[in-house]
Nanobody, 124 residues
Framework: VQLQASGGGLVQPGGYLRLSCAAS????????MAWFRQAPGKDREFVAA?????????FYADSVKGRFTISRDSTKNTLYLEMNPLKADDTAVYYC?????????????????WGQGTLVTVSS
């Protein structure tokens, strides 16, 4: 499985960004895809996850709930993360991840495949 994240950039507080993660290889809509992020000097943290289509569920970190939306286009094998409104604390490198299970997880160790990361900077 190969993952390619894109869509990061510089945005002002209160702004909007949409991240994309294109998946290729042994992918299936029955497996889980997720977003994590890592701010400078901090550990990688869970952001949002989309479980398999067989009832895997959608989950968000409390810090982004109500502001971020995770979605998936199975026809394009692409995962999205819409972020609005953005805050300075959202500044981080965002990584997409893939898990060979339909059950979503908030733990990075449960994901076997990772994209290269895309930088999101929220600053005025």
């Amino acid at each position: 499985v190969q993952l390619q994240a894109s869509g990061g950039g510089l945005v002002q507080p209160g702004g909007y960004l949409r991240l994309s993660c294109a998946a290729s290889g042994r992918t299936s809509s029955s497996y889980t895809m997720a977003w994590f992020r890592q701010a400078p000097g901090k550990d990688r943290e869970f952001v949002a996850a989309n479980g398999g289509w067989r009832g895997g569920g959608t989950f968000y970190a409390d810090s982004v709930k109500g502001r971020f939306t995770i979605s998936r286009d199975s026809t394009k094998n692409t995962l999205y993360l819409e972020m609005n409104p953005l805050k300075a604390d959202d500044t981080a490198v965002y990584y997409c991840a893939f898990r060979l299970s339909g059950r979503a997880s908030v733990h990075a160790v449960d994901y076997s495949y990772w994209g290269q990361g895309t930088l999101v900077t929220v600053s005025s």
